[in-house]
């Protein structure tokens, strides 16, 4: 079954904090992409990759950064948190090429920060 | 700027009933529209989806009207029931080289009473 990963599903930070939040896929997925939503806002998109060690900012990039070292894992970092940034992050994966038509979500990563 | 408008926000239908949420884009590039069913403390998933050389796409109660000329696309859910309940998205796809990329409509939340 296809599987997308978003190991921390609840937390709690601190301004100022660094935060991590990690993705995992299991599909041999080229594309990896970080949303975050918020009510009202829908998804918007913070940051893509199309390969590993690729990246690409999307709609939303301050105040996040990401990692790809390896194909099947996508990290997000919040560099110093702030209580703006607190909302739902969702992590997806899809095939190169398949026009949104295999793009997969994990179950989401709520954050607070305060 | 919101590419994809969705409205409405929240939406409430009677058991049986059917259910219409729109979406309107202006991004002609757009090539490809599907729409998502997010249930609560779950990522989306793709629930149908269409091209833009076609009018109408159906699969079983869910269908797709799609207007080329104005720009504009909605779902149907026909004989609407409680388990059709959930935060449903519509998306657009702007296929880049085979890179595609998902913009999304903000949300409505449908609510089936009995």
């Known amino acids: 079954d296809v599987k997308v990963t978003q190991s921390s599903r609840y937390l709690v930070k601190r301004t100022g904090e660094k935060v991590f939040l990690e993705c995992v896929q299991d599909?041999?997925?080229?594309?990896m992409f970080w949303y975050r939503q918020d009510p009202g806002l829908g998804l918007r998109l913070i940051y893509f990759?199309?390969?590993?060690?690729?990246?690409e900012k999307g709609d939303i990039p301050e105040g996040y950064s990401v990692s790809r070292e390896k194909k099947e894992r996508f990290s997000l970092i919040l560099e110093s948190a702030s209580t703006n940034q607190t909302s739902m992050y969702l992590c997806a994966s899809s095939y190169a090429g398949s026009s949104g038509n295999t793009i997969y979500f994990g179950e989401g990563s709520w954050l607070t920060v305060v | 700027q919101q590419q994809v408008k969705q409205s409405p926000q929240s939406l409430i239908v009677q058991k049986g009933g059917i259910s219409i949420i729109n979406c309107a884009y202006e991004n002609t590039a757009f090539d490809y529209f599907p729409w998502y069913q997010q249930f609560p403390g779950k990522g989306p998933a793709l629930l149908i989806a269409i091209r833009p050389d076609v009018s109408e796409k159906k699969e079983g109660r869910f269908t797709i009207s799609f207007n080329k000329s104005a720009k504009q696309f909605s779902l149907h859910i026909m004989d609407s029931q409680p388990g059709d309940s959930a935060t449903y998205f519509c998306a657009a796809v702007e296929s880049n080289f085979g890179n595609e990329k998902l913009t999304f409509g903000t949300g409505t939340r449908l609510t089936i009473i009995p």
């Open positions: 599909m041999d997925h080229e594309n």
């Open positions: 990759s199309y390969d590993v060690k690729m990246k």
